[in-house]
């Protein structure tokens, strides 16, 4: 069955830097388009950023557009957020995504608090 398990969140203070990995099992992930999400307390959940199956194509929140990259290697079949230049209003839970056979899949969620 299809599996995301996203990892790397934490405390960061502001400034500073995560990654964020999601490891996919259970579909042919590099014919995927993966997604990263997000939701703050209080407020509705929002895309952060896409990806295409080979990674040529990446589309970003524009709050976070020159911060964040998204990334993934098909050979390990993992989708990456690399976060920089945090800030308080990125704390959040981030969540992988993937539509598989039309099929939304969500991994469990890993949170991420900017804070000094």
């Known amino acids: 069955q299809v599996q995301l398990v996203e990892s790397g969140g934490g405390l960061v203070q502001p400034g500073g830097s995560l990654r964020l990995s999601c490891a996919a099992s259970?579909?042919?992930?590099?014919?995927?388009?993966m997604h990263w999400y997000r939701r703050a307390p209080g407020k509705e959940r929002e895309l952060v950023a896409t990806?295409?199956?080979?990674?040529?194509?990446?589309n970003y929140l524009d709050s976070v557009k020159g911060r964040f990259t998204i990334s993934r290697d098909n050979a390990k079949n993992t989708v990456y957020l690399q976060m920089n230049s945090l800030k308080p209003e990125d704390t959040a839970v981030y969540y992988c995504?993937?539509?598989?056979?039309?099929?939304?899949?969500w991994g469990q969620g890993t949170q991420v608090t900017v804070s000094s």
């Open positions: 995504k993937t539509r598989y056979r039309f099929v939304d899949y």
């Open positions: 259970g579909f042919t992930f590099s014919a995927y388009i």
């Open positions: 990806i295409t199956t080979a990674g040529s194509g990446t």
